[in-house]
């Protein structure tokens, strides 16, 4: 009887054993490529002159409302760092024939695929951590006390990794796909502008509405958020983004007004003040409408946990029906 139990209980801790295994083999992938810290380099750059823009450009001093303004990575930190730390996970196990001893092991695909995603996630995690810390405390000291700043934002650094794994999930199914770890990069870039470029253009330059954006990968539909979440009157130009990638400063403003709204206004390019140079705006307001936070924040959450899961099992079917060859 007792041997039975043994051998019951053994599979389990072999499984978490294996996906620790690749866990550590995977951290160690990356940092022997170097290529996480370079991005994470770039990325405090990036982030230093989000931090330092309003001071050097002459508008420093007091502003107890950047943090809450400004906290949380932009769309294209995150899309380099998803990038980054993707894009040869599986690629790069076949272009390098590293593949062979890994598959020849005891482990199966799935357990091999899932451990590698949780190590990616970890470092981006980790991250995260760190830039919005350099963040805080940057903010503190060159801005003065911040208001909004509750207690929720240890959790942003969370809500940034989920954010960001929907661009991870592009990116392993490109790469899972096409084996090419420059294929995974330049496809997942590419469609991050190309998003970017049609939720622009199409909404302004035809009839079509905007609100299919917010169930794409991307920043969604541009609106104006008004609530109780800054010091003083609520800024007419306090704009948000409704889509996926803005779920970490969503997240931020719903903390501190579970009550707030957004106020989306679809417009169109007009002819006719295009031509006229000393008329007014180019582009006409034809319809407004306004969303709870709180429903704008439960869609985005919805859509990346969607596309995280599509994305994932998907890369992880074309993984384990991946050939390897010694060729």
Excluded at 211 to 235: K, R, V
Aim: proline content about 6%; overall charge positive; hydrophobic content about 45%.
């Amino acid at each position: 009887m007792g041997k039975m139990n043994k051998v019951g209980e053994t599979p389990n801790p072999g499984r978490w054993g294996q996906i620790r295994a690749i866990f550590k083999y995977e951290i160690l992938w990356n940092l022997r490529k170097k290529k996480v810290l370079a991005m994470f380099i770039i990325a405090i750059v990036l982030t230093s002159l989000d931090l330092l823009f309003p001071a050097l450009w002459g508008e420093g001093g007091p502003n107890p409302n950047f943090l809450i303004e400004n906290l949380g990575p932009g769309s294209f930190i995150m899309i380099l760092l998803a990038v980054t730390v993707a894009m040869s996970s599986i690629s790069g196990e076949f272009e390098e024939k590293t593949i062979i001893p890994l598959a020849s092991k005891p482990v199966s695909r799935k357990i091999i695929y899932f451990g590698k995603l949780l190590a990616m996630l970890t470092v981006l995690f980790i991250i995260y951590i760190v830039l919005d810390a350099y963040l805080l405390i940057g903010g503190r000291i060159l801005y003065g006390p911040q208001t909004g700043m509750t207690a929720v934002i240890i959790a942003l650094p969370f809500i940034t990794t989920l954010s960001t794994a929907v661009w991870v999930g592009v990116t392993l199914l490109i790469g899972s796909a096409t084996k090419s770890s420059t294929i995974a990069a330049v496809g997942t870039i590419g469609l991050f502008f190309a998003l970017g470029m049609i939720g622009g253009l199409v909404p302004v330059l035809t009839s079509a509405s905007g609100q299919p954006l917010n169930y794409l990968p991307g920043s969604g539909e541009s609106g104006q958020a008004s609530g109780d979440f800054i010091q003083g009157p609520t800024p007419e130009n306090l704009s948000i983004n409704t889509g996926v990638d803005s779920l970490p400063r969503n997240f931020l403003l719903y903390s501190n007004d579970p009550t707030a709204q957004v106020t989306i206004r679809e417009q169109r390019f007009s002819l006719e003040n295009i031509e006229n140079t000393q008329g007014p705006s180019p582009s006409v307001t034809i319809r407004t409408r306004t969303e709870q936070l709180s429903q704008v924040l439960t869609r985005s959450g919805i859509v990346a946990l969607a596309y995280i899961i599509a994305l994932n099992l998907f890369s992880l079917t074309l993984f384990k029906r991946s050939e390897v060859t010694e060729g």
